[in-house]
Nanobody
Framework: QVPLVESGGGLVQAGGSLRLSCSTS????????MGWYRQAPRKQRELVAS???????TYADSVKGRFTISRDNAKNTVYLQMNSLKPEDTAVYYC?????????WGQGTQVTVSS
């Protein structure tokens, strides 16, 4: 099992910001795309943002303009900068590393946005 180590979750008021980090091995980071998913209570897990090895990014419509995904190749780390947070962003956020035939998941980090 490839470890994906997440950090940065917590409690923040609406309108605030948080930055999530996810670190993994150099091999996985160099060949895999990286993504952030989230799962709110009683809802399905959904893709929030992803970034390829070449830096191409995708975002869910609900976070466009507020969240930014980036990767630091020197640190084998992917970040999710979350600004203008809303209560509906409350969820467990999971880091994901994936290729054509494989994927790995982090343990999840809780993000709670109070109104």
């Amino acid at each position: 099992q490839v470890p994906l180590v997440e950090s940065g979750g917590g409690l923040v008021q609406a309108g605030g910001s948080l930055r999530l980090s996810c670190s993994t091995s150099g091999i996985i980071f160099s060949i895999g795309a990286m993504g952030w998913y989230r799962q709110a209570p009683r809802k399905q897990r959904e893709l929030v943002a992803s970034i390829t090895t070449g830096g191409y990014t995708t975002y869910a419509d609900s976070v466009k303009g507020r969240f930014t995904i980036s990767r630091d190749n020197a640190k084998n780390t992917v970040y999710l900068q979350m600004n203008s947070l809303k209560p509906e962003d409350t969820a467990v956020y999971y880091c994901n590393a994936f290729g054509n035939t494989w994927d790995y998941w982090g343990q999840g980090t809780q993000v709670t946005v109070s109104s």
